[in-house]
């Protein structure tokens, strides 16, 4: 998720209202996998099937990223991208930046959070690109219609949001090395 054209885009700048974050992000229960579910894709998402972002924290408070998906289909080649995420705000570990090629870095709002850790959204100030992710490879039809609507109240253009297929079959491979087993 949070591609290398979230770098292209960092570095022009609108005069946009900034979109609130949440307001904490407990790390330690935010780091492992979250499936994203829907999103406003970057040019590299535009076709990701099984796509799932990672994140561990670092020694030196950094966060490593692991974004992976299959390109094209739910077998497709496995694409692997590894930015580094750094908490700007860390009174709330909310806002962070995503550095992909130094010395750029994108913005990334933890904007939606439920309390249980299990469903996320990111999004940006600029309302280009937005990513709804899930501790599971699906949410429920209401779940979704909820946060879609939460998202369009964030003033992002809805029409632009499209699910991402989360097909998992036996043996298709995550972006850990490990292989899926019936998720669907």
Same mark, same amino acid.
């Given at each position: @998720?949070?591609?290398?054209? @979230?770098? #292209?885009?960092?570095?022009?700048?609108?005069? #946009?209202?900034?979109?609130?974050?949440?307001?904490?992000?407990?790390?330690?229960?935010? @780091?492992?996998?979250?499936?994203?579910? $829907?999103?406003?894709?970057?040019?590299?998402?535009?076709? $990701? &099937?099984?796509?799932?972002? !990672? /994140?561990?924290?670092?020694?030196?408070?950094?966060?490593? !990223?692991?974004?992976?998906? &299959?390109?094209? +289909?739910?077998? =497709?080649?496995?694409?692997?991208?590894?930015? !580094?995420?750094?908490?700007?705000?860390?009174? +709330?570990?909310?806002?962070?930046?995503?550095?992909?090629?130094?010395?750029?870095? $994108?913005?990334?709002?933890?904007? /939606?959070?439920?309390?249980?850790?299990?469903?996320?959204?990111?999004?940006? !100030?600029?309302?280009?690109?937005?990513?709804?992710? +899930?501790?599971? +490879?699906?949410?429920?039809?209401?779940?979704?219609?909820? #946060? #879609? $609507?939460?998202?369009?109240?964030?003033?992002?253009?809805?029409?632009?949001?499209?699910?991402?297929?989360?097909?998992?079959?036996? =043996?298709?491979?995550?972006?850990?090395?490990? /292989?899926?087993?019936?998720?669907?």
């Amino acid at each position: @998720m949070l591609s290398l054209t @979230m770098l #292209l885009s960092a570095c022009g700048s609108q005069n #946009l209202k900034p979109i609130n974050t949440v307001d904490f992000v407990d790390l330690d229960r935010f @780091m492992g996998d979250w499936y994203v579910i $829907a999103n406003i894709p970057t040019f590299i998402e535009t076709d $990701a &099937h099984n796509a799932i972002e !990672t /994140y561990a924290m670092n020694d030196d408070g950094s966060i490593a !990223t692991t974004f992976t998906f &299959h390109d094209g +289909s739910p077998d =497709g080649e496995l694409k692997k991208y590894e930015p !580094t995420g750094f908490i700007v705000d860390e009174q +709330s570990n909310a806002l962070w930046d995503m550095q992909f090629i130094w010395p750029f870095k $994108a913005e990334y709002r933890v904007i /939606y959070l439920d309390e249980n850790y299990e469903t996320t959204i990111i999004g940006r !100030t600029k309302r280009d690109y937005v990513w709804l992710m +899930s501790r599971g +490879s699906s949410i429920d039809e209401s779940s979704y219609a909820s #946060l #879609l $609507a939460f998202i369009e109240d964030q003033g992002y253009d809805i029409s632009k949001v499209q699910k991402v297929p989360q097909v998992w079959t036996e =043996g298709t491979e995550t972006g850990n090395g490990q /292989y899926e087993e019936n998720k669907q």
